[in-house]
């Protein structure tokens, strides 16, 4: 973890003196009626240290959602985000799980099983800006539906990975080049490291370092809430259409680490989660 660190801090300082103008494209380009299939491959092996004894969690996800657009208005874009499939194979906890939605032969029963089947085909309605980020609206129930049982803050689907299909290339941008980008969300912040290596036409292939660190409050706890501390290292590689910001494929590797505080006993968690995801 100290190695990874020094080495993020001098590709930081690297890019930073050789870094391009933040001239982004103006916005994404959407249509309205339009569909975008997004297909995710998850896996996570993560140890759970409470006290002095460790728990290996092991977690592989398929799943697939459909994004449609419905309306693009002056200042956001509205669409529905509705998952048409998922499949999960859990190990933890001293229990193994499964479940899959499409199959409709075999009984599954469960806390997994319950918190799933109920997002099958249930389109969310969200909000987009024209960079791509979801807006936080008032008016929905929908972020707390997402939020969900402890089961589903632990394997984090149902579109969570949404932001990941848009990308703003600099109209300057040439291969070799990078840019830096802060970004902060409730009480994490995250800056991302971006580097331009291929451009070929419209397509544009950029690796990333990422670092994610902060407050997470999520659902679960006592008094209703959990707060985790989260310090994460990622890198990965995203392919995308620099004249529509749609990115195509997507892959990400993190090395997690975690802490939180449950009754009293101070519980950490340290591993590895590798996200894939293509677009179409």
């Given at each position: 973890m100290y190695k990874n660190t020094i080495q993020y801090i001098l590709f930081s300082i690297l890019i930073s003196?050789?870094?391009?103008?933040q001239n982004n494209a103006d916005k994404i380009?959407?249509?309205q009626g339009q569909k975008i299939k997004l297909t995710s491959i998850d896996t996570s092996m993560l140890t759970q240290m409470q006290g002095s004894n460790p728990m290996d969690m092991k977690t592989f996800?398929?799943?697939t959602t459909e994004?449609?657009?419905l309306d693009i208005q002056k200042e956001q874009i509205i669409a529905t985000q509705t998952l048409k499939h998922i499949a999960i194979d859990f190990d933890g906890y001293g229990q193994k799980m499964t479940y899959n939605s499409n199959d409709s032969n075999k009984k599954q029963d469960g806390m997994m099983a319950e918190q799933l089947k109920n997002k099958i085909n249930h389109p969310d309605t969200i909000y987009l800006s024209f960079d791509g980020k979801l807006i936080d609206n008032n008016n929905s129930k929908d972020?707390?539906?997402r939020g969900g049982g402890g089961m589903m803050r632990m394997m984090n689907q149902g579109g969570a990975n949404l932001e990941n299909i848009f990308l703003l290339i600099p109209n300057d941008a040439k291969e070799g080049n990078g840019w830096k980008k802060d970004n902060s969300k409730d009480d994490i912040k995250t800056q991302t490291i971006y580097f331009i290596e291929k451009i070929n036409n419209n397509i544009v292939e950029v690796s990333f370092k990422k670092k994610s660190k902060g407050i997470m409050t999520t659902k679960g706890g006592p008094g209703?809430?959990?707060?985790?501390?989260?310090?994460?290292?990622?890198?990965?590689?995203?392919?995308v259409d620099k004249s529509t910001g749609l990115v195509k494929s997507y892959t990400e590797k993190t090395q997690s680490k975690s802490k939180f505080n449950a009754m009293g006993q101070d519980i950490s968690s340290?591993?590895?989660i590798?996200?894939?995801?293509?677009i179409e």
């Open positions: 003196i050789n870094a391009i103008a380009t959407l249509l996800s398929n799943s994004i449609e657009i972020d707390k539906k209703g809430e959990l707060k985790i501390d989260i310090d994460n290292l990622s890198d990965g590689y995203i392919i340290t591993g590895t590798v996200s894939h995801q293509t």
